[in-house]
């Protein structure tokens, strides 16, 4: 693996209901890596609350290539006040995964907190 700089980006939209499409989604953007082979180098994603809808970009260069997987892990619900308690489920989600090169995370209307890691095969 190169360095992380890029300057390419590629948009996915899923739709998102009680976690349905996300699944879908990321397994898409595993299937876009792998077939363009390219090297993503980070991930962004956006919940929008008035659709339920999942807007996702990768952050890409095209002249190095690798496969990654894509993980998402529900951390429970988002307390602002306790912030710890998230830190704590996040450590938990991240010793389950090796070759994290980078994470998101979003809130649903709900207030359900997310994780999205990206890591290398």
Known sequence: MQNQFHDRFKLFVASYAKGIGLDQLLREVEKWIKDEKVAPKSIGI????????????????????????????????????HLEEEEKEIGAAVLKL???????????????LHMIFMCAK
């Open 98 to 112: 090796d070759n994290i090169i980078c994470h998101e995370l979003f809130v649903t209307d709900t207030g359900l």
């Open 46 to 81: 956006e919940f929008l609350d008035d659709t339920k809808t999942l807007i996702m970009s990768i952050g890409y260069k095209d002249d190095e290539a690798y496969e990654v997987s894509l993980t998402t892990a529900l951390i429970g619900k988002l307390d602002l006040n």
